[in-house]
T-cell receptor, first 112, second 111 residues
Framework: DGGITQSPKYLFRKEGQNVTLSCEQNLNHDAMYWYRQDPGQGLRLIYYSQIVNDFQKGDIAEGYSVSREKKESFPLTVTSAQKNPTAFYLC???????????FGDGTRLSIL | DAKTTQPNSMESNEEEPVHLPCNHS???????IHWYRQLPSQGPEYVIHGLTSNVNNRMASLAIAEDRKSSTLILHRATLRDAAVYYC????????????FGGGTRLMVKP
């Protein structure tokens, strides 16, 4: 079955550490996205990628980094510069940028 | 950036139609109107989208005002599984057509 896989489902980080969240899709979609969701809030865009080897900052990119070396993969690194990283992180993809998005089940990141 | 305004919450009875409103008075001519819904601890699920004409699919219908400053998502017969947060969002930035999610409407369905 085609879809988006995010791993791990739950992740714990010590303060001062970088951590990488995985996102893989087998839908052959060109565009991929990362969002952050805080409790009771909507989604905010962190980074997006229209095509392999290209990515752009979203509304809240500070403290995060991404790479897009393969079409199927769009990992997100939460760096120690992100002062409040505890949140629910969602990855999505679409055939082309701006089209209907398919979402993964998310990764919940907590700080120890 | 084009923004949307939705009621925080709505209630419906099971098997009755539900009309979820969305205002987007600053929409631009090239913005698409998208609707997603999200169950607790899950990623959002695409529901429907449109530009100018009303749209129907197996999940719902989308009614778009003639001036495009508002739209309504219609669930024809609500079920308990339709209880979720519904987001009305617009693409913005002609170069990127990105989607920005607001707070959404929490739909509660009573048996």
């Amino acid at each position: 079955d085609g879809g988006i896989t995010q791993s791990p489902k739950y992740l714990f980080r010590k303060e001062g550490q970088n951590v990488t969240l995985s996102c893989e899709q087998n839908l052959n979609h060109d565009a991929m996205y990362w969002y952050r969701q805080d409790p009771g809030q909507g989604l905010r865009l962190i980074y997006y990628s229209q095509i392999v080897n290209d990515f752009q900052k979203g509304d809240i990119a500070e403290g995060y980094s991404v790479s897009r070396e393969k079409k199927e993969s769009f990992p997100l690194t939460v760096t120690s510069a992100q002062k409040n990283p505890t949140a629910f992180y969602l990855c999505a993809s679409s055939i082309k940028i701006g089209g209907p998005q398919h979402f993964g089940d998310g990764t919940r990141l907590s700080i120890l | 950036d084009a923004k949307t305004t939705q009621p925080n919450s709505m209630e419906s009875n099971e098997e009755e139609p539900v009309h979820l409103p969305c205002n987007h008075s600053t929409i631009s001519g090239t913005d698409y109107i998208h609707w997603y819904r999200q169950l607790p601890s899950q990623g959002p699920e695409y529901v429907i989208h449109g530009l100018t004409s009303n749209v129907n699919n197996r999940m719902a219908s989308l009614a778009i005002a003639e001036d495009r400053k508002s739209s309504t998502l219609i669930l024809h017969r609500a079920t308990l599984r339709d209880a979720a947060v519904y987001y009305c969002i617009l693409s913005y930035n002609n170069a990127g057509n990105m989607l920005t999610f607001g707070g959404g409407t929490r739909l509660m369905v009573k048996p």
